[in-house]
């Protein structure tokens, strides 16, 4: 009886304290979890300052810590880190990142992303070291691209580059026609495209970027459709001396190509527009003359010092010469100019014409 009248007083006591356990253990478990996720975010916020101020190594650390603080699980590190790594050069881990990520998120159109993060990672690898299993390997991140969300065309461009790259001509003609067919296709790419399918070999060389502008003057200059004619590109500010003062050197080229297939493009990284305005009137720049707000353009062509010169080939290819102050940029732009000539006269051949 003495049992049977404390078991229900010690069960209750054990209860009581198993609760008290639980909860204690509980509260403990989520005091750690809110700890972490502040430590995360922390690192998060401290990682988009260091990206903010151009530190990239430091934010690709922090992006790194915070994202195993998450578990590996962090969304916004991940991306981050392809995204870093991509401007770092390193396509290795850019392309790692990119695969930890189409694991993470689980809408199909971030998966497509994130598959396209990784192809295009892959895509840049194989491009710089020549492997075709790399190339196979951005071909099949593509394809699962285009499996998650059909929409997400853009994969479409970029397995024609990853095709035609490998050798795979018709393949990539196809890719590049899909894409080129696409309503959801982005203009500027789209005139890429249809230069490659005009000359599929152009994807195995070093293409400028394609842009679009609208000049100080008012017009829309599309690289791609100022095919069979050369391109100057003149990165320039009215703040920086060597370009004020190599100004002169411009004004002749302009004078000396005229009604020749020679474009002169000056792209001004000016931050006061008026001021940028006012000189070009004063010094009577009456070329194509743009201003490069936030340095987009810029960045896309890698500039890292001004003046920066590129001469871009009739065809649409990076001259492989390096056009700094004092080169003898008049005889290089003779050179190619001339060949510009030629090819117009040469007879133009259907890729696609039955043999």
Not at 205 to 216: D, E, K, V
Request: charged share 20%; proline share 4%; aromatic share 8%.
């Amino acid at each position: 009886m003495g049992f049977r009248r404390r078991f229900p007083l010690e069960l209750a006591l054990f209860s009581l304290w198993t609760a008290s356990a639980l909860n204690l253990a509980c509260f403990r478990a989520n005091a750690q979890d809110a700890l972490r996720a502040a430590h995360e975010q922390q690192a998060i916020d401290k990682a988009g300052q260091s990206e903010d101020a151009h530190q990239i190594g430091p934010a690709i650390d922090l992006y790194k810590k915070a994202n195993k603080l998450a578990g590996g699980r962090c969304v916004v590190c991940l991306s981050h880190l392809a995204s870093l790594y991509q401007k770092e050069g390193d396509n290795k881990h850019a392309a790692e990142s990119a695969a930890q990520l189409e694991q993470v998120v689980t809408r199909p159109d971030d998966k497509a992303t994130a598959a396209m993060m990784e192809g295009s990672a892959l895509l840049r690898q194989a491009t710089s070291i020549r492997k075709r299993a790399l190339f196979q390997q951005a071909d099949a991140q593509f394809k699962l691209a285009l499996q998650y969300e059909p929409s997400a065309v853009q994969a479409l461009f970029l397995d024609g580059l990853a095709l035609g790259r490998m050798g795979e001509d018709a393949a990539a003609r196809n890719a590049f026609a899909r894409y080129a067919a696409s309503g959801q296709a982005d203009p500027i790419m789209k005139a890429r495209a249809r230069r490659y399918l005009q000359d599929i070999a152009l994807v195995r060389q070093t293409m400028a970027p394609a842009f679009s502008i609208r000049t100080l003057q008012g017009n829309i200059l599309n690289l791609d459709n100022l095919q069979g004619r050369v391109v100057l590109l003149d990165f320039w500010a009215t703040w920086n001396d060597p370009s004020v003062q190599d100004l002169p050197r411009i004004q002749q080229i302009v004078r000396m190509f005229q009604g020749q297939p020679l474009v002169v493009l000056s792209v001004s990284l000016d931050t006061d527009q008026s001021k940028w305005r006012n000189f070009v009137a004063q010094h009577d720049m009456n070329w194509p003359q743009f201003w490069d707000q936030g340095a987009v353009m810029a960045n896309t062509f890698g500039v890292r010092a001004l003046p920066q010169y590129f001469i871009i080939d009739a065809r649409g290819v990076l001259a492989p010469v390096d056009v700094m102050r004092g080169a003898d940029m008049a005889g290089i732009l003779k050179k190619m100019v001339a060949q510009a000539r030629r090819a117009e006269e040469q007879p133009v051949v259907n890729p696609n014409a039955a043999k």
